[in-house]
């Protein structure tokens, strides 16, 4: 894979946030210090971590990690951060499943004592799949584990979003749909995404891929979109913490919504094949037996007894939310001096050929 250097993402000196978070803690608790502060570098593209321990003899927990609202002046991926609502969405889930997510703890809606809203959440510990470089390539421990660890890990995580599923009672989800839209909770969730389109290419050239995309998902869109329940949103094992091959924690709430099942199964599916699409372009197998289509599917039916439906759909739908994602983070290293613009935007997004295939319906 290329050696380019990782995208900005903030413009933040982690010192300075180490500072001004000692000062807004001992507010809550008097004498306490901020100490090994950390920023994680695998993971993530939106929100800023901060990885940091408590000291204080009446601290709730000692390893802690605070979510904080992205740095405007970074070329933010996506044009709204609410702390609020991710964190009530934490709360909801560990009040109302058993889906293992970390114990919040505080929540800031003031952005002056670290320039953001933020919150702050106990750390799990365990390992996550590493998106830099991605889990497909050779050299970390889940490309590293055997083929029974792998589907075990697999079954797990199916395991993760059937019982979100079954479990959260919707009503309680309705909160995240996009306001003051109408229609189905599919169509707003689409109905979002075009706005959110709209919004990545005010000022910059419009993708005729993507808008192809849509095009196709008007053509094909499922005669029976089927109930909506709390979909997690980022839906991947890159976004959760395993202890041994088992989840620990699952994280990454921002992108949370009111969908069909289906929504989150197609990310979970297309994200990594996203990843594994990516290795094999650059000569390696990755890991082409793990998180296999049918697979999902099938392990998901049987957990639920929901079959899943309409999945050509829901990949594809997956794969344009992604493209519109990937077309801002490479408008912010335009914007940052760290890429050129092309003549055809479309190829600023890395997995434009097989977007291109699906909505050709030719990649499955």
């Known amino acids: 894979m290329t050696t380019a250097p990782r995208p900005r993402t903030t413009t933040r000196d982690p010192g300075e946030l180490a500072r001004r978070l000692t000062v807004w803690l ?33 601290a709730p927990v000692r390893a802690c990690a605070l979510r904080l609202a992205a740095d405007p002046a970074a070329y933010t991926v996506f044009p709204v951060y ?85 479990q959260f009672p919707v009503a309680e989800a309705e909160f995240l749909m996009p306001a003051g839209r109408g ?20 000022g910059r050239p419009r993708s005729p891929l993507i808008e192809s995309a849509f095009d196709r998902l008007e053509a094909t869109w499922p005669a029976d979109e089927g109930p909506a329940v709390l979909n997690w949103g980022d839906a991947r094992i890159g976004n959760i913490v395993y202890d041994g091959f088992e989840p620990a924690a699952v994280l990454d709430w921002e992108m949370a919504g ?36 049918d697979a999902v599917e099938r392990r998901y039916a049987e957990l639920t007894g929901h079959t899943p439906r309409d999945m050509d759909f829901h990949t594809l739908y997956a794969a344009l939310r992604h493209a519109i994602v990937m077309l801002r983070i490479a408008y912010r ?27 050709q319906d030719r990649y499955w």
């Open 26 to 58: 001992g507010a809550r608790l008097p004498g306490a210090r901020v100490a090994d502060v950390a920023v994680p570098t695998s993971n993530g593209m939106s929100s800023e971590t901060l990885l940091f321990t408590i000291d204080h003899p009446h």
């Open 82 to 166: 609410d702390m609020a609502r991710q964190y009530r969405v934490m709360r909801l889930v560990a009040e109302h499943t058993d889906v293992p997510v970390p114990r919040v703890l505080w929540l800031e809606r003031d952005p002056a004592p670290l320039g953001a809203p933020f919150f702050v959440m106990a750390r799990a510990d365990g390992r996550v799949p590493p998106d830099v470089m991605p889990y497909t390539y050779e050299g970390n421990w889940l490309h590293a584990a055997t083929d029974a660890e792998r589907a075990r890990l697999e079954a797990a995580s199916v395991s993760v979003l059937a019982r979100l599923h079954d």
């Open 183 to 202: 229609g189905s909770p599919l169509r707003r969730h689409v109905d979002a995404q075009r706005a959110y389109y709209a919004w990545v290419t005010d």
């Open 258 to 293: 009111c969908a069909p099942r289906e929504v989150d199964l197609g990310w979970t599916i297309y994200l990594h094949r996203f990843f594994q699409d990516l290795t094999v372009s650059f000569g390696q197998p990755g890991l082409p037996d793990f998180l296999r289509r």
């Open 333 to 359: 290293q335009v914007h940052f001096g760290e890429a050129d613009m092309p003549g055809d935007p479309d190829t600023l997004i890395l997995h434009h050929a097989t977007l291109r295939a699906m909505v």
